[in-house]
């Protein structure tokens, strides 16, 4: 079983910026995309982010767009979550997931079927 490991999340004040990153211990990342969600407490798991293997072509949600960017490193086998502008309703924890097939749709949970466990994201004062 495939297990991502994400890291770098942590406590950050509003306007603040944290990079995020997932990789697979003992693996190539070779996956047809890869993504990041978030799930805040109480509510839903959702989509952030996603970039296609072929092309590079990238995806965000709306409330992230200009303020978070998605990008890969094929020669340090990780994907990464540059977070800026942070605010705090940006609080949750963040997973990247790959599907395990070549998807059409990218942006939602249906779609992917490897995880990682988890980074905690706070922004507060």
């Known amino acids: 079983q495939v297990q991502f490991v994400e890291s770098g999340g942590g406590l950050v004040q509003p306007g603040g910026s944290l990079r995020l990153s997932c990789t697979v211990p003992?693996?190539?990342?070779?996956?047809?995309?890869m993504g990041w969600f978030r799930q805040a407490p109480g509510k839903e798991r959702e989509f952030v982010a996603a970039i296609r293997w072929s092309g590079g072509s990238t995806y965000y949600t709306d409330s992230v767009k200009g303020r978070f960017t998605i990008s890969r490193d094929n020669a340090k086998n990780t994907i990464y979550l540059q977070m800026s502008s942070l605010k705090p309703e940006d609080t949750a924890v963040y997973y990247c997931?790959?599907?395990?097939?070549?998807?059409?749709?990218?942006?939602?949970?249906?779609?992917?079927?490897?995880w990682g466990q988890g980074t905690q994201v706070t922004v507060s004062p």
């Open positions: 997931a790959a599907p395990s097939f070549d998807t059409p749709v990218v942006t939602t949970t249906d779609s992917y079927d490897y």
């Open positions: 003992g693996f190539t990342l070779d996956y047809y995309a």
